[in-house]
């Protein structure tokens, strides 16, 4: 793990200026040098954080308009509210490294009160919004899921998948 986070650092400083995560590359070079934050605590963080950013831009490839990123309330958060036709998507993004994929595949990560939550959420951020909602004039909203896997291996380092109306 430390051979990790020192080679994740030293590519960090490396590719900064040109990386697509130089937010993510920026928070772990830091928190590394002088944080005082463990260093299992940032790995966690890390993969969660790049797993989010490589979730929008796969989503922007295909074709979905990003409205939203992170919105909190008191209940909860949503990570992703995107527009895709007339439709409003709510969709959550689990991160997952290729070990903790086969204990626990982020698909079942999704409970039901993990969904009633979402369900809470949605009502919430289109009451809220209402306004700035009405002028993309949808047909309605579904809740999907964006798994992210992260192998350390070179060849197929990524893979992105989703559940629509989970």
Known sequence: ???MLFLF???ATKF???HPLRKVLKMGGYLLRGGKVSKKWLKKKLIGKAGEVIARY???WRGYSIITVNWRCQRGEIDIIAVKGRILHI???KTRT???EKLW???DAIT???YKTLMALTHLYAESNYAFLRRFYLKGAQIDLVTVVITFKVPNFLEVKMYEKV
Do not use: C, D, G, H
């Open 16 to 18: 900064f200026y040109r």
């Open 1 to 3: 793990m430390e051979r």
């Open 112 to 114: 039901p009160s993990k």
């Open 105 to 107: 595949p982020a698909k």
């Open 9 to 11: 650092q030293r590519t």
């Open 58 to 60: 796969w989503l922007t």
């Open 91 to 93: 969709i959550e993004v």
């Open 98 to 100: 290729s070990n903790a």
